[in-house]
């Protein structure tokens, strides 16, 4: 079993910065794609960036060049720096991540991320 805690969330302004932080109860070399996920009310959760095995990294193309995912394998980390926000970007964010050994999901609490002026 894996926990995952997210923080960092809160409240932006549009073309301001927030940065997101997964911290996991695992060392992170058990993990093989371990990310963010978001989900804006009715709309379904997208994908928004996340590491794959070997530090590929992947991001959504409405979050390329704004956003950057990074993480810290000491403290087990990943972090997800958020700049240049837009409204559109509003919605819970979810840490995510998936393991070697049995390809089981995990999922953060969800933490919200709200741009407004």
């Known amino acids: 079993q894996v926990q995952l805690v997210e923080s960092g969330g809160g409240l932006a302004q549009p073309g301001g910065s927030l940065r997101l932080s997964c911290a996991a109860s695992t060392t992170i070399f058990n993990i093989k794609y371990m990310g963010w996920y978001r989900q804006a009310p009715g709309k379904q959760r997208e994908l928004v960036a996340v590491?794959?095995?070997?530090?590929?990294?992947n991001y959504a193309t409405s979050v390329k060049g704004r956003f950057t995912i990074s993480r810290d394998n000491a403290k087990n980390v990943v972090y997800l720096q958020m700049n240049s926000l837009k409204p559109e970007d509003t919605a819970v964010y979810y840490c995510y991540a998936q393991t070697i050994i049995d390809s089981n999901d995990y999922w953060g609490q969800g933490t919200q991320v709200t741009v407004s002026s």
């Open positions: 590491f794959m095995r070997g530090g590929i990294t």
